[in-house]
């Protein structure tokens, strides 16, 4: 049987460093997807384990058009770009979408994963549209983050800089942000604020003004701090003890990550849990679990905690990331159990 051509696909990427609240945007833009359209979603992790798609499925499934594929464990677009491909072949075939969306990690590069969707395979087969780049205004004043040359590529690659959680912002943080596109991005770069990531789906429509050479088709030699190690069985894929967990660590661009997957059988005091989130201040706390009070998922990026009933989960899976993090965190998941 011969595979459908797949032609020229709208495609998205909605990057933002760590905390941005890319997913949030996801969800929003998901909620307005015309009924008739199939949308495929590829999200990409610096953890090991693989979270966002658990929140992306909460509410989204291939019967309702919507389509997601994670590709965890760093940047996607390392190793000339062959986890991305894979993944992103597989999920068109299977998808067949009117749109796709693509959601790197905040500690990836989207430069070079433009490269990989500019590349002559790809010409035919996607359409590239406008990538938008999710900012929280308040870090400018943060050198961390200013001095960090992913966080300074997702605004130059920019086709719309999006001001995300503009109603914590002061007056002077918007005019700032503006300041700093104009800078930093593209000279038609164009600046919009939003409040829990709640972008209209017409800002997803349009070409792109970027234009990325596609040089690394003949060497990719990007060199990336990330860590890279042959894996025999992927950590999100791996078979969990019974009654037990699975723990896996990352780092790279100057940030740690620790997962864990917890069994099935495993349940969870929503209160005790929801307590240790919350006192979590962390660049990223993510995670799904099946607790006495539900399925839920949960994100805190060091702010408020926010959660959504999540009705498909078969297993809890966490993560963190942060400069540092702390050693008690296992034993402080592990007194949240309920025990039989």
Not at 7 to 27: D, E, M, Q, R, Y
Not at 40 to 68: M, P, R
Not at 173 to 196: P, S
Request: net charge negative; hydrophobic share 35%.
């Amino acid at each position: 049987m011969n595979k459908q051509i797949i032609h020229n696909v709208p495609t998205n990427i909605i990057t933002g460093f760590l905390g941005s609240g890319k997913t949030s945007a996801i969800l929003h833009l998901l909620k307005n997807k015309p009924s008739d359209e199939r949308w495929a979603i590829l999200v990409n992790e610096f953890g090991e384990v693989g979270v966002d798609g658990s929140f992306l499925s909460a509410k989204h499934t291939e019967e309702q058009g919507v389509f997601i594929r994670e590709v965890p464990g760093g940047c996607m677009c390392c190793a000339a770009g062959v986890p991305m491909q894979i993944a992103l072949n597989q999920l068109l075939q299977h998808a067949k979408p009117d749109r796709l969306l693509i959601e790197p990690t905040g500690l990836g590069h989207p430069k070079e994963i433009l490269q990989v969707l500019s590349a002559e395979h790809y010409q035919n087969v996607l359409s590239l549209q406008k990538t938008l780049t999710l900012v929280d205004a308040r870090n400018l004043q943060d050198a961390r983050y200013t001095t960090h040359d992913t966080f300074n590529q997702q605004i130059a690659i920019a086709d719309t800089v999006v001001g995300n959680k503009v109603d914590l912002y002061q007056e002077e943080d918007k005019v700032r942000l503006m300041a700093y596109a104009k800078a930093q991005g593209q000279e038609n770069v164009a600046v919009i604020f939003a409040e829990h990531g709640n972008i209209n789906y017409s800002q997803l429509l349009g070409k792109t003004s970027i234009y990325i050479p596609t040089s690394h088709s003949h060497g990719h030699s990007h060199s990336h701090n990330h860590r890279h190690q042959a894996k025999e069985v992927a950590v999100a894929e791996k078979l969990i003890p019974a009654g037990g967990s699975i723990k896996a660590v990352n780092k790279g661009e100057g940030f740690n990550s620790i997962g864990w997957r917890f069994s099935a059988t495993i349940v969870f005091d929503y209160k005790k849990l929801n307590a240790l989130l919350n006192g979590l201040k962390m660049q990223r706390v993510k995670g799904v679990f099946n607790t006495d009070k539900g399925v839920f998922s949960f994100n805190n990026s060091t702010e408020t905690l926010t959660e959504i009933e999540n009705d498909n989960a078969k297993e809890s899976r966490f993560e963190v990331i942060d400069k540092y993090l702390d050693d008690r965190l296992e034993a402080q998941l592990i007194d949240c159990y309920i025990k039989e």
